[in-house]
């Protein structure tokens, strides 16, 4: 793997991750608008690498603030790289779909760009999800 002029990781394959990530967890204390609002700043100011998760409950208000910095022409579509992540409820094969399915919903997206386990660590499924 190579940094290229880009700020990128070229993977073996040829696609590209942006090194740096922005994290969209919002603490319960903070209004999910915030959130909203510091990712629209975040992709103003030059990050391509949206970091988020089923888990964070905040994927509609990130999903609207990709699609306005998107309409705005701020960015296009393939110019983020979406990474999302799997809860620990949802390990189980039959479950995995569902909520890639929930996150893709809420995100208003096609697809993401990398879809990952949260953590490694299973839990019993959560009937709130």
Not at 27 to 37: M, Y
Not at 80 to 101: A, M, N, Q
């Amino acid at each position: 793997m190579e940094l290229d002029k880009d700020r990128c990781i070229k993977m073996n394959d040829g696609n590209k991750i942006p090194a740096l990530g922005f994290g969209t967890y919002c603490p319960d204390a903070v209004q999910k608008s915030k959130c909203e609002e510091a990712t629209k700043v975040a992709i103003e100011v030059g990050f391509r690498h949206i970091d988020g998760a089923f888990v964070y409950g905040i994927e509609e208000e990130v999903g609207r603030a990709v699609h306005e910095k998107i309409a705005d022409g701020t960015v296009k579509r393939e110019d983020i790289f979406y990474t999302g992540k799997l809860w620990s409820t949802f390990h189980r094969p039959e479950l995995v779909r569902s909520c890639l399915e929930q996150s893709l919903k809420k995100l208003k997206f096609d697809y993401l760009d990398l879809f990952i386990i949260h953590n490694p660590m299973s839990l019993k499924v959560n009937i709130y999800f």
